[in-house]
């Protein structure tokens, strides 16, 4: 057997994690020799007497017919493998700190070569948050750009409906092993991302889902991305986790602005405090990989109404407005008799689409 084979399997193991595996493969470079330790020979390597009893008999009967069954029952559920040495396997993500050693994936895993961009938020998004998600998945895709995300509720959903709108599709990193779907309500989202982008995940199949295995979803997210844009989270979220790991692995990340009296707005506006680049459009991304996006596709971009989804009627009452004369905010509330709160998030969507632009002194405009 090989050392892709016997990786697979030992990824199989109960509780034998990450650190362990890399400990194994320091040890071993020929991995068909740790198949043959005993758990004293497990535990003399410093592997505690759990994880050596867990190692020494899951490889002890692991030979040409177990490893083809492991496999089997990948290949009838239509579930591709990919290890740390495979060719296939995304390089962005093995310079990370910690790449996982094996990937589980459906769908076309080549969507991986394109230029990805993680976008995540609350699970719990305004309709500001979601339209916002959607709208510049949607043209992140438009620009073949992968759109990637957890598959969660609230923004990723929107992220991942955005992007199969596109050709530069979705990649949904899972949670949990690729076989089980969560939240269940995103049973059909799974699948139309299966058929036309890619269901990841590290976990293998039947692993028991617990809270833990979230946050490791989240590094696998940040390391398959060139950028991490964040649209409305709060001050302590996932969402924050992720963007700390991007800014660990050296990526870079942008930050959608939102009301400051939102407690959901809180998280993005504290990364633009922090220096992250804050977002009103989707060029606001892509300006900065020219080497990926080229300026016909950008043009492409703006001038096709396919990216311009229609106005709410709030959006509409605005425009209305604008059509008359340029407003500044305040002549804006009053005519609108809108919120404070509600007229700002209209204002960013506004500025998002370029449906307005913002002149000096907070007057607003027509583009």
């Known amino acids: 057997m090989n050392n892709?084979?016997?990786?697979?399997?030992?990824h199989q193991l109960e509780g034998i994690g990450w650190k362990t595996i890399q400990r194994i493969t320091r040890c071993f470079p020929q991995l068909s020799e740790a198949a043959q330790l005993d758990i004293n020979d497990w535990q003399e390597l410093g592997i505690s007497s759990t994880r050596a009893?867990?190692?020494?008999?899951?490889?002890?009967?692991l030979d040409a017919e177990r490893t083809k069954q492991i496999l089997a029952a990948y290949t009838t559920?239509?579930?591709?493998?990919m290890t740390i040495w495979d060719d296939e396997y995304p390089s962005i993500l093995k310079q990370t700190a910690q790449p996982p050693w094996v990937l589980y994936y459906k769908g076309a895993a080549d969507?991986?070569?394109?230029?990805?961009?993680?976008?995540?938020?609350?699970r719990t998004p305004t309709t500001y948050g979601r339209r916002a998600a959607e709208q510049l998945s949607v043209s992140l895709s438009s620009a073949e750009v992968c759109v990637v995300s957890g598959l969660a509720r609230g923004i990723d959903s929107a992220a991942h409906e955005g992007a199969l709108k596109g050709t530069g599709s979705t990649v949904a990193v899972l949670g949990c092993s690729?076989?089980?779907v969560y939240p269940p309500e995103n049973k059909g989202l799974y699948q139309r991302i299966a058929e036309q982008g890619l269901i990841l995940s590290e976990y293998p199949l039947h692993m028991k889902s617990h809270p833990g295995l979230f946050p490791q979803r989240n590094r696998i997210i940040a390391g398959l991305s060139a950028g991490v844009l964040v649209i409305e989270a709060a001050l302590k979220s996932g969402s924050l986790i992720t963007a700390d790991q991007a800014l660990e692995e050296s990526r870079d990340v942008f930050a959608l602005p939102g009301p400051i009296t939102s407690p959901k707005s809180q998280g993005a506006l504290a990364l633009i405090k922090q220096g992250a680049k804050l977002v009103t459009c989707v060029e606001d991304i892509l300006e900065e990989y020219p080497h990926w996006?080229?300026?016909?596709?950008?043009?492409?971009?703006?001038?096709?109404?396919?990216?311009?989804p229609a106005l709410s009627k709030d959006e509409k009452t605005i425009i209305d407005l604008l059509h008359k004369q340029a407003m500044t905010i305040d002549e804006l509330l009053t005519h609108s008799q809108f919120n404070f709160g509600h007229l700002h998030s209209v204002l960013l969507n506004l500025l998002m689409t370029k449906r307005v632009e913002q002149l000096p002194g907070s007057v607003y405009a027509i583009c």
């Open 4 to 10: 892709r084979t016997i990786l697979i399997a030992l």
């Open 293 to 308: 996006i080229s300026l016909d596709t950008l043009t492409h971009i703006n001038a096709n109404p396919s990216t311009q």
């Open 178 to 180: 690729i076989d089980q």
């Open 77 to 81: 559920k239509d579930i591709g493998i």
């Open 111 to 122: 969507i991986l070569n394109r230029l990805c961009i993680g976008v995540v938020g609350t």
């Open 53 to 61: 009893n867990v190692l020494a008999k899951g490889l002890k009967d």
